[in-house]
């Protein structure tokens, strides 16, 4: 992270600190270069992290006129970023060409393409890079230094896409890095599951969040809102012309960032298994999406009870409601829309389920019914040893693929923000406590985000860096990188930019420490609250309790003025989106900043004789307090009433023992 000088260095030094402590973990050592590293000379960041980078030698000039060279396996999507990268990268002009043509006076030649075309391969030789040919899927070469010439090779059109995606992080103004990058996925489905209840995302945020999914690499998105009436209570009704024209427009966001738009339809309400015209009106409804471009299906049956049928007919062909008998009702359904559509349709992925029971690792009735006639085709979904597991490990994933039959495809209850335990709070916490190794035991991880489409980028941020390469993942570098993600130049939209604004991203690092509370059901939280105010909080305790009283409070003074000016910095730099997303945290983050100053100001005052200024500054917190903890999340939110939480346990416990310290 670049840091300017002055407040701006203390601040970094803050959030880098914060950022840190989010892994309950000491700092990690500073990596060992790289095979073929320079001495002296960082590599840059690039997220998700690939799986080989090194450098090469001097960065690349850009400047001019400057050619990319396409073959047939390149779709537009892709040629449209470069031709945007190297323009704001500073070349006056970007030609995009087939092979063959010519373009007379380029500084630069790009080339993106089939890995095994002879020009690839001679550039790579030349280079000194070896990478496989063909490439996996959704993999890519890039390699390039100093010169005039830079080579993105790939054997799929994905591999291409991503590829570029690379070249845009290791773009700076006036250059692209002289690095080589073999680089590939670790899991085959990334993405996120829009499964929430609660107010569904508005057609605009479906779009932003498409478009980010291709800018870190997610390829899978499921539509699956628990509170549109068309994806479950009314599952057999047709799409009303207007929300199936929304369907189509997202479907096109998705194909030019190369996610999977998967839609999921849940009847588990109110079907009648055994009764053909509801099969058939399932298969009907799937087939209607599939003809508006649709390539990817699920069928959630969860949050539903299997202690009843929802038609006296499934009694008299299954028996009495039990375990055994729903694992028997939804494997032949499942199995029917298998038949009846999936294998009648070449072009349709194999199909996602979300089982009744997703949350466990132990066998049952249920599960073995479905283990023994499901098709082997069918992708099961799970969430993890809990609904919202406080840690996901590769045994957890190992023990339940053995109790499935199958390996498992992660639905990860986290950021979600939906149930009881939640109430009130944002959570901006790092992706963590998921164990690296669990893509050698699952086909996939979808997290469930937030009512807050724009403040779930924080978490989709690490998940994507994870499930592309669980065995090198950081969760605090994750973190930090969302953050600079966040604080991204907007001048030159549409892209976010190459150039990440210093003192946004500390001020967004500072924010995520005070949100950083991930909590269960029970209320417990599993990622502890503000781990960095914490510590300072300590350091003010012990110091006082020392007698080194003006020490203890100038000690956290100067972060506590962090705090007290982050919202007004990410009010100022952060997206719209984002800001919309978190006000009600901002304004109460203010308060509770502006708390914590007055707070320090009474110890203070305290500290120098000034027992009458101390017993107003005192008052004046508590009064801050107060009006922070009246702060509601908007209407719109899924609970109105919730007193919006910010480094609850933390700020508020200060505030409240800050007169009692004598």
């Not at 001019?64 to 031709?83: C, F």
Request: hydrophobic share 40%; with cysteine; glycine share 8%.
């Amino acid at each position: 992270m670049v840091l300017r000088r002055g407040r701006a260095a203390l601040i970094g030094v803050a959030v880098t600190a914060a950022l840190v402590a989010c892994t309950d973990a000491p700092p990690p050592a500073p990596a060992a270069p790289e095979s073929g590293a320079l001495p002296g000379v960082e590599l840059p960041q690039v997220t998700p992290q690939p799986k080989e980078m090194r450098r090469l030698g001097d960065d690349i000039a850009v400047r001019g006129r400057v050619e990319v060279v396409v073959d047939p396996l390149v779709d537009e999507p892709t040629r449209d970023l470069a031709r945007q990268v190297l323009s704001q990268a500073g070349a006056e002009e970007v030609v995009v060409r087939q092979p063959g043509e010519e373009v007379g006076d380029v500084s630069l030649s790009v080339r993106v393409g089939d890995r095994t075309s002879p020009t690839v391969v001679k550039g790579l030789q030349e280079l000194g890079v070896d990478a496989p040919a063909p490439l996996p899927p959704e993999g890519y070469v890039l390699a390039g230094r100093g010169g005039d010439a830079l080579f993105v090779g790939a054997s799929d059109p994905a591999g291409a896409y991503y590829g570029v995606q690379t070249l845009r992080q290791l773009a700076s103004p006036g250059r692209i890095a002289g690095v080589a990058v073999v680089d590939e996925p670790s899991m085959p489905l990334r993405g996120t599951i829009e499964g929430f209840y609660g107010p569904p995302w508005t057609h605009q945020e479906r779009m932003e969040q498409l478009a980010f999914y291709g800018d870190v690499k997610l390829n899978t998105y499921i539509y699956a809102p628990k509170d549109d009436p068309y994806h479950r209570e009314r599952w057999r009704e047709p799409y009303p012309p207007a929300e199936l024209a929304e369907v189509r427009e997202l479907i096109g966001q998705a194909a030019a960032h190369h996610v999977k738009f998967t839609f999921a339809l849940s009847p588990g309400t109110s079907i009648c298994y055994s009764d053909p015209a509801d099969s058939q009106a399932l298969v009907d409804k799937l087939s209607a999406v599939h003809a508006a471009g649709v390539r990817d299906f699920s069928i959630p049956l969860d949050d539903i009870s299997y202690t009843r049928w929802n038609c006296a007919q499934d009694r008299a062909v299954y028996g009495e409601p039990s375990q055994a008998a729903a694992g028997r009702a939804q494997t032949e359904l499942l199995n029917r829309v298998q038949r009846e559509f999936v294998d009648r349709n070449p072009d349709v992925a194999p199909l996602q389920f979300v089982p009744t029971e997703y949350s466990d690792l132990d066998d049952s009735p249920y599960k073995a019914a479905l283990r023994a006639g499901l098709d082997p085709r069918v992708q099961v979904m799970w969430t993890g040893d809990g609904v919202v597991p406080d840690g996901i490990s590769v045994d957890d994933a190992r023990r339940a693929g053995e109790t499935w039959g199958r390996d498992l495809f992660l639905w990860d209850n986290y950021p979600v923000n939906d149930f009881d335990g939640s109430a009130g709070r944002l959570l901006l916490g790092p992706y963590a406590h998921r164990e690296p190794g669990l893509s050698q035991e699952l086909t996939g991880l979808v997290v469930n985000p937030m009512n807050q489409a724009a403040a779930s980028q924080v978490v989709e941020f690490g998940a994507a860096d994870f499930a592309w390469n669980d065995a090198a993942f950081d969760p605090a570098r994750a973190w930090r990188a969302a953050a600079e993600h966040l604080a991204g130049d907007r001048s030159t939209a549409p892209d976010p930019g190459l150039v990440a604004d210093p003192a946004t991203a500390d001020a967004l690092g500072v924010f995520f420490d005070l949100l950083h509370a991930a909590p269960l059901p029970s209320g417990e939280t599993w990622l502890p609250p503000a781990p960095e105010l914490s510590r300072r909080i300590d350091g003010l305790h012990r110091a006082w309790q020392a007698g080194d009283r003006r020490a203890a409070v100038d000690g956290l003074d100067a972060y506590a003025r962090v705090v007290a000016e982050a919202p007004e910095r990410i009010r100022a730099g952060a997206p719209a989106n984002f800001t919309a997303d978190a006000q009600p945290w901002l304004t109460a983050a203010d308060l509770w900043g502006d708390a914590l100053l007055a707070s320090l100001d009474g110890l203070r005052a305290r500290t120098d004789g000034d027992e009458a200024l101390a017993g107003r500054r005192f008052d004046a917190a508590a009064q801050l307090a107060a009006e922070a903890g009246a702060v509601r999340s908007s209407p719109e939110e899924v609970r109105p009433d919730a007193p919006v939480l910010v480094a609850d346990g933390v700020l508020d416990a200060f505030v409240r023992q800050a007169p009692t310290l004598r």
